[in-house]
T-cell receptor, first 113, second 113 residues
């Protein structure tokens, strides 16, 4: 069993729709959770970083963590064609930046104009 | 302020040759991380280095792979006697210190023929 499971998609939604991306994990030691966006032929770009269970909002993006269920989500409101990319969840045991990140396989998202 | 610079962007090697991948971290960053992304898989941690020190190499294959981050110059990921299974995108990331976030480069795509 993989430590982090993520539906690979692909996922296609019309412009303006709400997008829900999800990951589950098995290692209860994970404490810090991140979402990265990766455009084709580019490196991952950090979108959201959360620690505690609950919701964190940043513009059109909301990250949700449920540690009791070992489940994290990223919601994108008012989706735009420029949101078309692969979205990767990542997590680590301790302080962000000083431990290796464990990534999901990524979900490929296409926003249809 | 230039980001994390990786070169070459694309590298083709024949089986049995050596591959050398270079990573120049962002200015002021002294922590470097290498990840590998195989087709249809997420990023996998390989190694974490500081200047002249390997901090965590738990993700490095035991043979043929080595990494260094000298006092002067870029970090180098070296793969000896490459095989077809080494074909992947190799990403470097850097951070200022142990508590700062990662910034990823655009990667080196290695193809072994």
């Amino acid at each position: 069993q993989k430590e982090v499971e993520q539906d690979p998609g692909p996922l296609s939604v019309p412009e303006g729709a709400i997008v829900s991306l999800n990951c589950t994990y098995s290692n209860s030691a994970f404490q810090y959770f991140m979402w990265y966006r990766q455009y084709s032929r580019k490196g991952p770009e950090l979108l959201m970083y959360t620690y505690s269970s609950g919701n964190k909002e940043d513009g059109r993006f909301t990250a949700q963590v449920d540690k009791s269920s070992k489940y994290i989500s990223l919601f994108i409101r008012d989706s735009q064609p420029s949101d078309s990319a692969t979205y990767l969840c990542a997590m680590t045991i301790s302080n962000f930046g000083n431990e290796k990140l464990t990534f999901g396989t990524g979900t490929r998202l296409t926003i249809i104009p | 302020n230039a980001g994390v610079m990786q070169n070459p962007r694309h590298l083709v090697r024949r089986r049995g040759q050596e591959a050398r991948l270079r990573c120049s971290p962002m200015k002021g960053h002294s922590h470097v991380y290498w990840y590998r992304q195989l087709p249809e898989e997420g990023l996998k941690f390989m190694v974490y280095l500081q200047k002249e020190n390997i901090i965590d190499e738990s993700g490095m294959p035991k043979e043929r792979f080595s990494a260094e981050f000298p006092k002067e110059g870029p970090s180098i990921l070296r793969i000896q006697q490459v095989v077809r299974g080494d074909s992947a995108a190799y990403f470097c990331a850097s951070s200022r210190d142990r508590e700062s976030g990662y910034t990823f480069g655009s990667g080196t795509r290695l193809t072994v023929v």
